[in-house]
C-alpha cells in the first residue's frame, strides 16, 4: 500500500473508532448527515480561504477538514447499509471518465468551448435534463448552490434563450424601479414582503454584475475584508472602550484607516 492509500486507510480507521458505540465519542455518534451539512459548506469556505491566502500548511489543513467531513457521511451511510467511501470513490471515477471521452475515449476536440459543450451534454444525459423544463433545472441551482452564486447561475441560463435585456440600460431601469418599489416597502410593517422586496434588488445586482463580467460573490467578499482591515485599524486607534466613541469620531478615524491602507497598498504596489 502507497503513502497515500495508507494515510486514507489510517483516517478512515480513525472515523470509525470515533463512531464506534463501543469507546467512540459521544459528539460524533450524535451526528447525522443533516446535522453535518453546516460543517461541509463551513469547511468548504475555508478551503477557498487558505487557497487565496496562498499558506500551504493551511491549505493542507483545510483540505484535510474538508475530507473528514467525506469520510464521515460515508462512515454514517455506510453504518445504515446506504453505500460506502468505496462507493463515492467509484461513483467520481465512474463520472470522470464518462464526462472526459476526449482523454479516456476516441472523442476528438479542438477547443475548451468543445470540452465544455461536450461536458454539459453528458451532463444533461446523466440527469435526464433533456426531458426539463428548464425551471427545473435552475431550480436544482436554487437548491444546492448558495445564494448569490445561485442567482448568477439562474440567470445565466435564462439569458441564453433569450430571457434578457435588450443593452444594460434595462438593467439599470430595472433596479431603481426595484429601489424604489423596496423604499415603498419599508413604508409598511409587512417584514415578509420588505424581504422580497430586498431579495429583488439583490437579485438585480447580481444582473447587472453579470453584464459587466464581474463577480458578486467575489465583490461582497472583498467588500468584507476591506471592511475588516479599516474596523482593526479603527480598532488600534482607540484609547478607550471603544463603544464610548461618537459616530463623527468613527467617521474621522474610519477616513483615516480608509486613506493609510490605500497609501500602505500603493507602497506595496511600487
Same mark, same amino acid.
Request: one cysteine or more; glycine letters at 4%.
Given at each position: 500500500?502507497?503513502?497515500?492509500?495508507?494515510?486514507?486507510?489510517?483516517?478512515?480507521?480513525?472515523?470509525?473508532?470515533?463512531?464506534?458505540?463501543?469507546?467512540?465519542?459521544?459528539?460524533?455518534?450524535?451526528?447525522?448527515?443533516?446535522?453535518?451539512?453546516?460543517?461541509?459548506?463551513?469547511?468548504?469556505?475555508?478551503?477557498?480561504?487558505?487557497?487565496?491566502?496562498?499558506?500551504?500548511?493551511?491549505?493542507?489543513?483545510?483540505?484535510?477538514?474538508?475530507?473528514?467531513?467525506?469520510? @464521515?457521511?460515508?462512515?454514517?451511510?455506510?453504518? &445504515?447499509?446506504?453505500?460506502?467511501?468505496?462507493?463515492? =470513490?467509484?461513483? #467520481? !471515477? +465512474? %463520472?470522470?471518465?464518462?464526462?472526459?471521452?476526449?482523454?479516456?475515449?476516441?472523442?476528438?476536440?479542438?477547443?475548451?468551448?468543445?470540452?465544455?459543450?461536450?461536458?454539459?451534454?453528458?451532463?444533461?444525459?446523466?440527469?435526464?435534463?433533456?426531458?426539463?423544463? @428548464?425551471?427545473?433545472?435552475?431550480?436544482?441551482? &436554487?437548491?444546492?448552490?448558495?445564494?448569490?452564486?445561485? =442567482?448568477?447561475? #439562474? !440567470? +445565466? %441560463?435564462?439569458?441564453?434563450?433569450?430571457?434578457?435585456?435588450?443593452?444594460?440600460?434595462?438593467?439599470?431601469?430595472?433596479?431603481?424601479?426595484?429601489?424604489?418599489?423596496?423604499?415603498?416597502?419599508?413604508?409598511?410593517?409587512?417584514?415578509?414582503?420588505?424581504?422580497?422586496?430586498?431579495?429583488?434588488?439583490?437579485?438585480?445586482?447580481?444582473?447587472?454584475?453579470?453584464?459587466?463580467?464581474?463577480?458578486?460573490?467575489?465583490?461582497?467578499?472583498?467588500?468584507?475584508?476591506?471592511?475588516?482591515?479599516?474596523?482593526?485599524?479603527?480598532?488600534?486607534?482607540?484609547?478607550?472602550?471603544?463603544?464610548?466613541?461618537?459616530?463623527?469620531?468613527?467617521?474621522?478615524?474610519?477616513?483615516?484607516?480608509?486613506?493609510?491602507?490605500?497609501?500602505?497598498?500603493?507602497?506595496?504596489?511600487?
Amino acid at each position: 500500500m502507497n503513502l497515500t492509500l495508507a494515510a486514507l486507510q489510517e483516517l478512515i480507521e480513525i472515523v470509525a473508532k470515533l463512531r464506534s458505540p463501543d469507546g467512540g465519542c459521544p459528539w460524533d455518534l450524535a451526528q447525522t448527515p443533516e446535522t453535518l451539512t453546516p460543517y461541509i459548506v463551513e469547511e468548504a469556505y475555508e478551503v477557498v480561504d487558505a487557497i487565496k491566502s496562498g499558506q500551504k500548511k493551511a491549505i493542507v489543513d483545510e483540505l484535510g477538514d474538508l475530507l473528514l467531513q467525506v469520510v @464521515l457521511q460515508a462512515q454514517i451511510a455506510s453504518e &445504515a447499509n446506504e453505500f460506502t467511501l468505496a462507493e463515492v =470513490a467509484k461513483s #467520481i !471515477s +465512474k %463520472k470522470m471518465i464518462r464526462r472526459h471521452p476526449h482523454v479516456f475515449g476516441d472523442v476528438k476536440v479542438d477547443s475548451m468551448k468543445e470540452i465544455k459543450q461536450n461536458w454539459e451534454k453528458i451532463k444533461a444525459a446523466e440527469i435526464r435534463e433533456t426531458d426539463d423544463f @428548464l425551471s427545473t433545472k435552475l431550480s436544482r441551482y &436554487a437548491r444546492q448552490l448558495p445564494p448569490l452564486l445561485a =442567482a448568477m447561475k #439562474i !440567470s +445565466k %441560463k435564462a439569458a441564453a434563450v433569450g430571457f434578457e435585456w435588450e443593452n444594460v440600460d434595462g438593467v439599470w431601469q430595472k433596479f431603481h424601479e426595484e429601489v424604489g418599489e423596496f423604499e415603498e416597502a419599508l413604508k409598511s410593517e409587512d417584514k415578509e414582503h420588505q424581504q422580497a422586496e430586498m431579495g429583488d434588488i439583490l437579485f438585480v445586482l447580481v444582473q447587472l454584475a453579470r453584464w459587466y463580467d464581474l463577480n458578486p460573490e467575489q465583490a461582497l467578499q472583498g467588500t468584507n475584508h476591506r471592511f475588516l482591515e479599516r474596523f482593526a485599524m479603527v480598532e488600534a486607534m482607540c484609547d478607550r472602550p471603544i463603544s464610548e466613541y461618537s459616530l463623527l469620531e468613527f467617521e474621522q478615524m474610519w477616513q483615516k484607516a480608509k486613506e493609510q491602507l490605500k497609501t500602505q497598498k500603493e507602497k506595496e504596489n511600487i
